[in-house]
């Protein structure tokens, strides 16, 4: 079992930065993907970015150009840069292991 732990959330104003990170532990070997996803408020949990064991990385098309998806040498750190930051992008972002593992959620909220 993987164990994910995010941090890095908290209140911004449109166009602001925020950095979140995922920091997974337990049986990170049998990891090969980990991402970002997020649910805003009443609506369908949706897919935000992925990288891969082999640092490949995808995007949702609402966060291409302004969010960067990467990871530490160690392969235990993913991190979401999110820039250009916008109201639609408030929701509780959730890190994803593809072991079937999910964290507990960090808010962001964007206010404008």
């Known amino acids: 079992q993987v164990h994910l732990v995010e941090s890095g959330g908290g209140l911004v104003q449109a166009g602001g930065s925020l950095r979140l990170s995922c920091a997974a532990s337990g049986s990170i070997s049998s990891i090969n993907a980990m991402g970002w996803y997020r649910q805003a408020p009443g609506k369908e949990r949706e897919y935000v970015a992925t990288?891969?064991?082999?640092?490949?990385?995808n995007y949702a098309d609402s966060v291409k150009g302004r969010f960067t998806i990467s990871r530490d040498n160690a392969k235990t750190t993913v991190y979401l840069q999110m820039n250009s930051l916008k109201p639609e992008d408030t929701a509780v972002y959730y890190c994803?292991?593809?072991?079937?593992?999910w964290g507990q959620g960090t808010q962001v909220t964007v206010s404008s």
């Open positions: 994803y292991a593809d072991t079937y593992d």
């Open positions: 990288i891969t064991k082999d640092g490949s990385a």
